[in-house]
């Protein structure tokens, strides 16, 4: 499949279930959307999946300058 796609030999497609955890919340997805859309049934399956990387810190650390 990966070579009909013409996706490198390290790609996994088990590693986009953490980027399904990962960027819809930047869009302003719930936990819960994106465990009902994983098929997962507990908070703690899904938040292995999630990731913060230093570019959404720096988005967070922006929104709270705004408030303060």
């Known amino acids: 499949m990966r070579n009909a796609a013409v996706l490198p030999d390290s790609f996994r497609f088990y590693d986009l279930r953490h980027t399904?955890?990962?960027v819809p919340p930047r869009s302003g997805a719930t936990l819960k959307d994106t465990?009902?859309?994983?098929?997962?049934s507990s908070e703690r399956a899904a938040l292995v999946?999630?990731?913060s990387d230093y570019d959404r810190q720096?988005?967070?650390a922006a929104g709270l300058d705004e408030l303060v």
């Open 35 to 40: 465990m009902v859309r994983a098929g997962q």
């Open 58 to 60: 720096r988005e967070v």
């Open 49 to 51: 999946y999630q990731h």
């Open 20 to 22: 399904w955890h990962t």
